[in-house]
T-cell receptor, first 109, second 115 residues
Framework: GQNIDQPTEMTATEGAIVQINCTYQ??????LFWYQQHAGEAPTFLSY??LDGLEEKGRFSSFLSRSKGYSYLLLKELQMKDSASYLC??????????WGAGTKLIIKP | DAMVIQNPRYQVTQFGKPVTLSCSQT?????MYWYQQKSSQAPKLLFH???????NEADTPDNFQSRRPNTSFCFLDIRSPGLGDAAMYLC??????????????FGPGTRLTVL
C-alpha cells in the first residue's frame, strides 16, 4: 500500500530551528508538497520538490531525496505564528496525490 | 484578491437532513477539488473536476454528490448526513490537473456538525 509517515507532534522553542521529517512509500513519484495548516483553517502551500536537493524560501526550506523516499521541512527562527500542522503530500506514478496526516508543531516561548 | 471562497464557514444539520456546501473561485482555475478532513487526519479526496469532467474517487460514499455548473462554482451535496460525516470540508483549485503536480489553493473550509 501507499503510505506517508510523519511524526504526529513536535515541540520547539521560539527562535530555534526545527526539522520535520516525511518518509513515503508510494508507487512511483511525481513530486512532493509541503502545506501548512493552522487549527481550524485550510492548508496553505509552502513548497514543492520534484528533484533531489534543498529548496530555500525565506525561513522555510524543504529537502528531498528520492532514492531514500525522504523529505524534510526546515523552519528557522521560529515564531509563535509557526504553531500549526505541517502536511506532506506526494504525487505518485498514477498521478494521485497521497496526503500524510500532518505533524502538529507546538512553539513554546 | 483572487481567492477560493466557501460558504457557509460553519454548518449545522440534523441527522439525515440534506445539506449543500458551496465553493466559488476567482482564480479562473480549471480544476476544483472537494476534500473531507477529520481532526488530526489527512485530507481525503472526495471528487475533482477537470473543467466539467467529473472524477469520483472509488471510495467516496454514494451519500456524497457534487455539481459544477460553471468554471467558478462547485457544490457538495450530502444527501443524508450521518454522525460520521461531521468533518471539515475543503474546496481547492489548481490551474491544471497535470496529474496532481500542480499546487492546490484551498478555501477556508466549511465545518459541518451533524446533530
Amino acid at each position: 500500500g501507499q503510505n506517508i509517515d510523519q511524526p504526529t507532534e513536535m515541540t520547539a522553542t521560539e527562535g530555534a530551528i526545527v526539522q520535520i521529517n516525511c518518509t513515503y512509500q508510494t508507487s512511483g513519484f511525481n513530486g512532493l508538497f509541503w502545506y501548512q495548516q493552522h487549527a481550524g483553517e485550510a492548508p496553505t502551500f509552502l513548497s514543492y520538490n520534484v528533484l533531489d536537493g534543498l529548496e530555500e524560501k525565506g525561513r522555510f526550506s524543504s529537502f528531498l531525496s528520492r532514492s531514500k523516499g525522504y523529505s524534510y521541512l526546515l523552519l528557522k527562527e521560529l515564531q509563535m505564528k509557526d504553531s500549526a500542522s505541517y502536511l506532506c503530500a506526494v504525487t505518485d506514478s498514477n498521478y494521485q496525490l497521497i496526503w500524510g496526516a500532518g505533524t502538529k508543531l507546538i512553539i513554546k516561548p | 484578491d483572487a481567492m477560493v471562497i466557501q460558504n457557509p464557514r460553519y454548518q449545522v444539520t440534523q441527522f439525515g437532513k440534506p445539506v449543500t456546501l458551496s465553493c466559488s473561485q476567482t482564480l479562473n482555475h480549471n480544476v476544483m477539488y472537494w476534500y473531507q478532513q477529520k481532526s488530526s487526519q489527512a485530507p481525503k479526496l472526495l471528487f475533482h473536476y477537470y473543467d466539467k469532467d467529473f472524477n469520483n474517487e472509488a471510495d467516496t460514499p454514494d451519500n456524497f454528490q457534487s455539481r459544477r455548473p460553471n468554471t467558478s462554482f462547485c457544490f457538495l451535496d450530502i444527501r443524508s448526513p450521518g454522525l460520521g460525516d461531521a468533518a471539515m470540508y475543503l474546496c481547492a483549485t489548481s490551474r491544471e490537473t497535470s496529474g496532481f503536480t500542480d499546487t492546490q489553493y484551498f478555501g477556508p473550509g466549511t465545518r459541518l456538525t451533524v446533530l
